[in-house]
């Protein structure tokens, strides 16, 4: 079973440039989440999706970022404009809906550098 | 207010040395303490779920406990492979997970 797909893997853009990056969850996964990771730090939950609903984007920065889940399959994350302090590692994950199957499988993420 | 505190924040041990990893947590209504593994430049990847003060959890070298206010992870006579990062991460009642900040493992030969 393929696991949860994340693209680019690394991005290195100019501040105020715009980003986005892309994430294909498990096949059959309803709830898909977008994290942030800052160095020597966990994963900070930036958005979750069931299925094609934003539940829970408190902690999104909505003057900037910006994510869509059309279909309630893949997914995409958007900054613009990125500033310095986005420089960070991109997590999607996702989870299949249950008490006991609710358990998040992590992609590669996508680490970005903005110069 | 919902948190997870892991500590140690960095542990050195020498292979075959046994030690506990700690995560003490507070939130409301625990459904699900979960522990990953990640390695540098990857994805956590997952290890353990546990779900009532008791329960146990063990794959090779690693055993997950958990109590009602902590988990430990256990790591019984570590080798080299085993050096990472372990996050832990508890899931409240509005299936929202927060996650610690994670114990850097070191095992030298």
């Known amino acids: 079973e393929a696991g949860v797909v994340q693209s680019p893997r690394y991005k290195i853009i100019e501040k105020k440039q715009p980003v986005a990056f892309w994430c294909n969850p498990i096949s059959g996964h309803n709830t898909l989440y977008w994290y942030l990771q800052n160095l020597g730090q966990g994963p900070e939950l930036l958005i979750r999706?069931?299925?094609?609903?934003?539940?829970?984007d408190s902690q999104l920065p909505k003057d900037r970022f910006s994510a869509e889940r059309l279909k309630g399959v893949d997914s995409t994350l958007k900054i613009q404009p990125a500033e310095l302090g986005d420089s960070a590692v991109y997590l999607c994950a996702s989870s299949s809906r249950g008490e006991s199957t609710d358990t998040q499988y992590f992609g590669p993420g996508t680490r970005l550098t903005v110069l | 207010e919902d948190q997870v505190t892991q500590s140690p924040e960095a542990l050195r041990l020498q292979e075959g040395e046994s030690s506990s990893l700690n995560c003490s947590y507070t939130?409301?209504?625990?459904?699900?303490l979960f522990w990953y593994r990640q390695d540098p430049g990857k994805g956590p990847e997952f290890l353990f779920t546990?779900?009532?003060a008791g329960e146990e959890k063990e794959k090779e070298r690693l055993k997950a406990t958990l109590t009602k206010k902590e988990s430990f992870l256990h790591i019984t006579a570590p080798k080299p492979e085993d050096s990472a990062t372990y996050l832990c991460a508890a899931r409240n009642t509005g299936n929202q997970f927060y996650f610690g900040t994670g114990t850097s493992l070191t095992v030298i030969p």
């Open positions: 546990l779900y009532s």
């Open positions: 939130v409301s209504g625990l459904r699900g």
């Open positions: 999706y069931e299925n094609e609903e934003a539940v829970d």
